[in-house]
């Protein structure tokens, strides 16, 4: 159902792949909402995903466009406000890849040149993005940027690996680029941080099916899934947020305030307690 939260406005969005993609959801439903939109991913990303599908659907022009390469930014800002016809009035950066969870290099043996790559593609390109807007006076007074985060910058998960790193950096860009353009220009900054969600990315972490599985059952709501955080994302770009800023907002089910759960406790009450005896002779309990 359409409430017209967006109709006038002019967005981006950087990262929608295809139809498990966060991002693709959000561009969906803010064309639904009113906008007109301009999409970007990578040229690799563009041949080998669906985005001129979505572009097709949508009647939104494709600026294929490395994130990374400030260059390429430039590109994307310029042209996204020659093809709406104005400022930007709000911007989804759906962005996130670790080539040491690609490899299956763990924590504590990480390649560190592929750290910097995740880094600089999750969480640098953020900045990168937010700077050359605001040099570019890119964004209208009053608009917002979103970008897409989780509870792994906080608390550890097994299997997160460097991209728990990327994360926090990225949060740590929200509050500080989230003070300056504010101050300066009225845009506000946000990451949400969403449930895990079985997009293309979050599919190559170690252990996802059974991380969904568990903050399914810790969450009193359950997980949100893609659309949720879609919907979430639209009310962000909206008037009706206009002086939340700087913060990291929790699209979880309400996972990130728990501790145990009882779907959680049962599911591990009837699980067999393994015993073994430690080098005392002592019965534990792994």
């Known amino acids: 159902m359409s409430h017209n939260l967006l109709k006038g406005k002019r967005g981006i969005i950087f990262g929608a792949l295809n139809e498990m993609s966060i991002a693709w959801k959000v561009a969906e439903r803010a064309v639904e909402e009113g906008a007109v939109i301009t999409l970007s991913n990578t040229p690799v990303a563009v041949r080998m995903g669906d985005t001129l599908k979505l572009g097709e659907k949508l009647n939104a022009e494709i600026l294929p466009a490395d994130a990374t390469n400030v260059e390429d930014l430039e590109m994307v800002f310029s042209k996204s406000m020659e093809i709406l016809g104005g400022k930007i009035d709000f911007l989804l950066h759906s962005i996130g890849m670790s080539p040491n969870v690609r490899k299956k290099r763990p924590y504590d043996d990480l390649d560190y040149d592929l750290m910097m790559k995740t880094l600089d593609i999750s969480a640098i390109s953020f900045h990168k993005m937010l700077q050359v807007a605001k040099k570019m006076d890119a964004i209208a007074e009053g608009g917002s940027i979103l970008t897409l985060s989780y509870i792994a910058a906080h608390r550890t998960f097994f299997g ?76 962000m770009f909206s008037d009706l947020t206009r002086k939340v800023t700087m913060q990291t907002l929790y699209n979880d089910g309400g996972f990130s305030s728990m501790g145990m759960s009882l779907r959680a406790m049962k599911r591990y009450s009837n699980n067999e307690i393994e015993e073994f005896k430690n080098e005392k002779g002592e019965i534990s309990y792994g």
């Open 160 to 235: 997160y690996n460097d991209m728990a790193d990327a994360k926090a950096l990225l949060e740590s860009i929200t509050r500080s680029f989230g003070y300056i353009y504010g101050r300066e220009k009225g845009v506000r900054i946000n990451a949400i941080s969403q449930s895990p969600t079985l997009t293309t990315a979050g599919s190559g972490i170690k252990g996802m099916e059974d991380l969904m599985d568990f903050s399914e059952r810790m969450s009193p709501l359950g997980n949100a899934n893609a659309d949720d955080c879609a919907d979430y994302c639209i009310v």
